[in-house]
């Protein structure tokens, strides 16, 4: 079956990268995201890549995909604030049901 | 542009009720998808409806159900409520089939006592 496994915690300080890791097992995997929730918020789609590609640069957001060791990774450059929030990695194997990880807690440090 | 817009936002039931959720896509999507978000088992594929139609369910009892209006927009019905179906409900939204972009709404939050 599915599963979607992520750290549960990270603290940073601000100005630093963050790194969220995320593995994931099914092999079919189409599209692979990253999605942030603020507190009271909604889910917020950050990016997202497809299960052919290495890496998706956009911004302060790098996504990197090792399909062999079913490796996903989100880091997030000069890391602010505003960035403290819990992000959610998440896999589509078809029919657009998407699997969610159980969210990382990123704290940034002032 | 408007985004995925859920109502209510907080929703109080007892035991056995009935709960209706309610979700209009961002304008020009066709396709909506709902998610439950509860305490310990995280998020959690519901249903997915395009063009009116039910396209994809997961693994959820036939006490949750929906439909999708002429409009795009979508209900969510949950009958014979039970203390654990207290969550998040969230709806989300995407261009059509052929589009992988799903964008959420904030939720509905359902308190079942």
């Known amino acids: 079956g599915e599963d979607v496994e992520q750290s549960l915690f990270l603290s940073v300080r601000e100005g630093d990268s963050s790194v969220i890791n995320c593995t994931y097992t099914d092999s079919s995997s189409t599209y692979l995201y990253w999605y942030k929730q603020e507190p009271g918020a909604g889910l917020q789609l950050l990016t997202y890549i497809f299960s052919n590609m290495d890496m998706k640069q956009d911004q302060r957001l790098t996504v990197l995909l090792n399909k062999k060791d079913k490796h996903l990774s989100l880091r997030i450059a000069d890391t602010q604030t505003g960035d403290s929030a819990i992000y959610f990695c998440?896999?589509?194997?078809?029919?657009?049901?998407?699997?969610f990880g159980s969210g990382t807690r990123l704290q940034v440090q002032p | 542009e408007a985004g995925v817009t859920q109502s209510p936002t907080h929703l109080i039931k007892t035991r056995g009720q009935q709960a209706t959720l309610r979700c209009s896509p961002i304008?020009?999507?066709?396709?909506v998808y709902w998610y439950q978000q509860a305490l310990g088992l995280g998020l959690q594929f519901l249903l997915w409806?395009?063009?009116?139609?039910?396209?994809n369910r997961g693994n959820f009892p036939p006490r949750f159900s929906g439909r999708q209006f002429p409009n795009y927009s979508s209900e969510l019905n949950v009958n014979a409520l039970e203390l654990e179906d207290s969550a998040l409900y969230l709806c989300a939204s995407s261009k059509g089939q052929a589009y992988n972009e799903q964008f959420f709404g904030p939720g509905t939050r359902l308190t079942v006592l």
């Open positions: 998440a896999e589509e194997a078809g029919r657009r049901a998407l699997t």
């Open positions: 304008s020009g999507h066709t396709s």
């Open positions: 409806y395009d063009e009116g139609e039910e396209r």
